[in-house]
């Protein structure tokens, strides 16, 4: 039911930007928190960045500076936009919903398809 779709990867030149777009249906978009992961090869998934419902965010230390997330409540759309990109920035890009529940007290986890992100030297 709940559905994200991703736009905006592609092949850019270190130094360049991209901005990633995920739009999400099926939920109440503007309670959940909304995040960016990314996967590359061989390594675990990491946290890129992370929104609440209340506009508060967190980043990894790796993007601090360059990625900004944000959020489009009426369009059900989160952003990461990314500047200054670095060849160690290349890696499936994955948006992520966080559904919380009370009463029966639930947290589920939904993700996008992933679009890939290669940055070349």
């Known amino acids: 039911q709940v559905q994200l779709v991703e736009s905006g990867g592609g092949l850019v030149q270190a130094g360049g930007s991209l901005r990633l777009s995920c739009a999400a249906s099926?939920?109440?978009?503007?309670?959940?928190?909304m995040a960016w992961y990314r996967q590359a090869p061989g390594k675990e998934r990491e946290l890129v960045a992370a929104i609440t419902s209340g506009g508060s965010t967190n980043y990894a230390d790796s993007v601090k500076g360059r990625f900004t997330i944000f959020r489009d409540n009426a369009k059900n759309t989160v952003y990461l936009q990314m500047n200054s990109l670095k060849p160690e920035d290349t890696a499936v890009y994955y948006c992520?919903?966080?559904?919380?529940?009370?009463?029966?007290?639930?947290?589920?986890?939904?993700w996008g398809q992933g679009t890939q992100v290669t940055v070349s030297s």
């Open positions: 992520n919903q966080r559904i919380t529940t009370r009463q029966p007290s639930s947290i589920s986890d939904y």
């Open positions: 099926g939920s109440i978009f503007s309670i959940n928190r």
